[in-house]
């Protein structure tokens, strides 16, 4: 301020400030602070057309009553001019409300759900089971069919499918009876599933119970929950041969069957070390993998060298497969934890 004040007559205040890099209004400001305190004041004087403290209070008051707590302003300012009852515009309405915090959704809401990680592990087959539901597009616009896919755990294996035109609980349970009666479970069984409408319904839950089956459930909004499902359907419609749209539901039935058969028996899956999921739900992985062992051992016995790492060794599946395991502060999976964590279970419901 001070070289502002001392410049010479022959330089003006747009090239000081240019020079100085400062802002004109600025020094406005400062050069006349009683200007600036005025127009501070000014802003702050009350609005001669605001409603006074009372009329204030009658109408929160009024907007908190019985028959228009859960109404919005707009709806409240109707009805009581209807009563030829005027207090106030819909916005100041919503002024007072947002001063009062009593803005936006006034009616009771439902508490805050915490919904737990579901953590699943298994080491045989039929010990844990996961199925999802997939749409099929048809030759016809908006037209759909639902592809129902029951899948092992622990081997992909896919245990049993449906398709159908409709998307519904009782089908599901027809599904889960059938493939449960198939196989002749008598060890416990946890089928994981997400929280679509058939997952969820109180008919499918209670089947659940009475077939003492455990249910799991993915979290709400959370789409990797259930990846094993979800990469099978991934690896279905990525077939050279998938079609775009079906004819009909003979056709989607005639594909899907040929798929099915294709990835039990013959689909050499990665995360099963190269096994097929058949080879996996049977147990006759052990033997092939002693057949290929011998493979590559008498080739590693012809050009050693061409091994730069080694006797190769055939690789075998986990022994541990998980949904969401547990992990160490090194970044492995913690073992032995044996978890079976299910976020919803219909037996313990009241």
Not at 92 to 99: G, P
Not at 268 to 274: M, V
Request: proline content about 6%; hydrophobic content about 35%; some cysteine.
């Amino acid at each position: 301020m001070m070289v502002i004040e001392t410049r010479g007559t022959h330089l003006s205040l747009r090239s000081v400030c240019h020079i100085l890099a400062i802002n004109r209004s600025t020094i406005y400001a400062r050069l006349n602070p009683r200007a600036n305190g005025r127009k501070k004041v000014k802003q702050l004087a009350a609005q001669p057309r605001a409603l006074s403290l009372d009329e204030k209070k009658a109408v929160i008051e009024t907007l908190n009553m019985d028959e228009y707590v859960n109404q919005p302003p707009a709806q409240i300012y109707q009805s009581l001019l209807e009563d030829s009852i005027y207090l106030c515009s819909i916005s100041t309405m919503h002024r007072l409300l947002k001063e009062k915090s009593l803005n936006g959704e006034r009616r009771a809401q439902r508490p805050p759900q915490s919904h737990a990680i579901p953590r699943l592990e298994a080491s045989h087959v039929n010990e844990v089971w996961t199925w999802d539901i997939t749409k099929l597009p048809t030759e016809r616009r908006g037209e759909y069919l639902s592809l129902y896919v029951v899948m092992d755990l622990y081997s992909r294996f896919i245990i049993a499918w449906m398709l159908s035109r409709k998307e519904n609980s009782a089908l599901a349970q027809q599904l889960i009876r059938e493939a449960h009666e198939r196989y002749q479970l008598t060890t416990p069984l946890t089928i994981h599933q997400d929280r679509g409408a058939p997952m969820t319904a109180h008919a499918y839950l209670d089947l659940l119970s009475e077939l003492g089956i455990t249910a799991s459930h993915s979290r709400p909004r959370v789409s990797n929950d259930n990846p094993h499902s979800e990469s099978q359907f991934k690896t279905m419609k990525y077939q050279p041969d998938y079609p775009k749209r079906f004819q009909d539901i003979g056709h989607a039935t005639a594909w899907c069957e040929d798929y099915v058969h294709w990835y039990n028996v013959e689909h050499h899956h990665s995360g099963l070390a190269g096994f097929t999921p058949e080879q996996v739900f049977t147990g006759r992985f052990k033997s092939i993998a002693q057949r290929k062992q011998q493979t590559l051992d008498a080739q590693y016995a012809l050009h050693p060298e061409r091994f730069v790492k080694g006797p190769p060794k055939v690789g075998m599946p986990d022994k541990h497969v998980y949904i969401n395991p547990v992990m160490t502060e090194e970044g492995e999976i913690e073992q032995g934890t044996g978890v079976n964590f299910p976020t919803l279970n219909r037996a313990k419901r009241t």
